[in-house]
């Protein structure tokens, strides 16, 4: 596979955790570019997969490469071209949501962040928050926060594990169209663990199924209602695939 | 270029747990318990101080007025350092858990609030992120001890009218450094533990478990099976031995009791850190107008204790913290 179009490769990735796969010899490539929504029910190794795919579990077996660098043997590498927003994250509430972005920029290696930290709060469309502490935020402001800090150092990747998990209906809606606008604006590939449907059917561009640590269906969204065009929702759609 | 990067990278690391710990409620209730108590029983006592100092100065002046030979009169001796045993015990104390809260605010919090599982995909190594948290919490807990001392002395000072020696600002300087070596023991077995433990509550109750058996029992059980403390005022002073070869010479016909008794204190790092402060400050009176040497030297096997606890505990912690999975799956 070309390493230019596919921004990540996985091969033949396993990982066993407690005796049981988590997953299976997973094959997976997303080209540079997509925003692809991963799919499965809870249990099925979405997160798992990301974990790997963010270096921060090593797989069994198997290979994943991130723009080319292997996410074990080239970790360090891998961690710069990389962003993630973990699901449930909560940031550091005695501080404000400047210290908050100003840490994670520096610790990632950029020495004057002020700008960029300004810059990042207009374009996710927050500005003025940025001498609020993080305790006073709510759930939908704190994703908004934890999307600005993913994406400080301009990342190739953004991983996001149920970023829409909690929010209510305008959270929901303004992180969509912060995720399409970096997309689109930012030419940033997006990897998102999801289960909620309806998002995948606003937001991502492919979808990927995974069942018991297996991936089962991968293609794109247009060619999935296509091929599915006698199912009413991306809902019966997914229970159709699964079964 | 490189090592200034590292350097750059652990600082920011130092400078966020400083200014977040600052910023943390339990952390302020707690350091300001500890101050408020230092200084209450740092004034109080050097109140004592000066009413003493005061009543010598008066009856010597008397004295000199009725114009009586003084010249054959001893002069008492006041020892300004010996104010600082209650600071000393809230150290042990108080500091104790002051530290433990560090650490388990450094690991706990962000192991919870998954913090520690996003500081992980970014481009800065685990050792370099512990050496960062390391840093930034012992020098808070410098800075706490450092304001302590620098206000025990200035309230000695002002308040003790007393004029403290260069030897003392010495002695008092290294109990100021030996209590920062005390202190970081005790935030990285806090933050060991909430490293080891999947439980943070778990974690929490084991530090003060430790804490309990370390600083409380274990120091009170030796100071109760301890033959000269069975009487007010020393047991060998009520019966009137007061030369150390006579209690000595006593003593040798307990020597298998007093050496189970030493030996259950010598488990106990609070108890060598006492010692080796109380030997420093001349609390334990033996020690006192002995050179700083000598008391290091005599007290060589208390610092070996103290300063190994804290590698110890510090080099297993960044182990850990480099080598475990801390994330969930």
Request: proline residues 2%; aromatic residues 10%; hydrophobic residues 45%.
């Amino acid at each position: 596979m070309n390493k230019t179009q596919n921004i990540i490769s996985i091969s033949n990735l396993t990982h066993i955790y407690k005796n049981k796969k988590a997953l299976d010899d997973l094959n997976l490539e997303i080209s540079k570019n997509e925003i692809f929504g991963f799919l499965g029910h809870n249990g099925a190794g979405k997160t798992t997969t990301i974990s790997i795919l963010t270096t921060l579990l090593k797989p069994t077996s198997g290979n994943a490469k991130i723009c080319g660098f292997d996410v074990v043997k080239d970790s360090m590498e891998v961690k710069k071209l990389i962003g993630y927003l973990p699901e449930n994250v909560k940031f550091y509430d005695n501080l404000t949501a400047y210290e908050n972005l100003e840490y994670f920029a520096k610790i990632s290696g950029i020495k004057n962040p002020k700008e960029k930290i300004f810059d990042i709060l207009k374009f996710i469309d927050f500005e003025g928050i940025e001498n609020k502490k993080i305790g006073e935020f709510s759930k939908g402001m704190h994703q908004r926060i934890g999307i600005a800090q993913a994406i400080i150092h301009e990342p190739q990747v953004l991983f996001l594990d149920e970023p829409t998990s909690g929010l209510d209906p305008m959270g929901i809606k303004k992180l969509r169209e912060i995720i399409i606008k970096l997309n689109k604006e930012k030419q940033m590939t997006i990897f998102m663990n999801t289960h909620l449907l309806s998002e995948v059917a606003k937001v991502c561009t492919t979808i990927g199924v995974l069942n018991s640590g297996k991936l089962i269906y991968k293609n794109s969204l247009k060619e999935t209602l296509k091929r599915f065009n006698n199912e009413n929702s991306l809902e019966e759609i997914y229970f159709n695939i699964e079964q | 270029m490189k090592f200034m990067n590292n350097v750059y990278q652990v600082i920011t690391v130092a400078k966020k747990e400083y200014i977040d710990a600052l910023k943390n409620r339990v952390f302020i209730i707690f350091v300001s318990f500890l101050l408020i108590l230092t200084f209450v029983s740092i004034i109080v006592s050097s109140f004592d101080f000066q009413a003493k100092v005061i009543s010598y100065q008066t009856a010597l002046a008397e004295l000199q007025a009725s114009h009586q030979i003084i010249q054959n009169l001893t002069a008492p001796e006041f020892y300004p350092l010996q104010l600082l045993r209650g600071t000393i015990e809230y150290i042990e104390i108080i500091g104790a858990i002051l530290a433990i809260v560090l650490g388990y605010l450094s690991i706990a919090k962000e192991k919870g609030n998954n913090t520690l599982q996003l500081l992980f995909t970014r481009p800065i190594s685990k050792i370099k992120l512990f050496f960062g948290k390391f840093l930034g919490n012992v020098l808070l807990l410098t800075s706490v001890s450092g304001f302590m001392f620098f206000g025990i002395y200035l309230i000695i000072s002002l308040i003790g009218k007393t004029v403290i020696t260069n030897i003392e600002i010495e002695k008092i300087f290294l109990s100021f450094i030996f209590s920062i070596i005390y202190l970081s023991t005790f935030f990285s077995i806090s933050a060991l533990l909430a490293l080891i433990f999947k439980s943070l509550s778990n974690s929490l109750i084991l530090s003060f478990v430790i804490w309990i058996v370390f600083v409380l029992v274990i120091p009170q059980i030796g100071d109760t099976l301890d033959p000269d403390n069975q009487v007010p005022g020393g047991l060998f002073n009520k019966i009137g031995i007061t030369q150390k070869s006579d209690q000595l010479t006593i003593l040798k016909d307990f020597s298998s009791y007093e050496k189970a008794r030493d030996s259950l204190e010598q488990s106990s790092f609070t108890k060598h850190y006492e010692r080796l402060i109380f030997a420093l400050l001349g609390i334990k009176d033996m020690y006192n107008g002995k050179t700083i040497n000598f008391i290091i030297n005599d007290k060589n096997s208390d610092i070996l204790w103290l300063v190994s606890a804290m590698i110890l505990s510090s080099t297993l912690t960044s182990i850990i913290f480099t080598k475990k999975k801390l994330i969930n799956k």
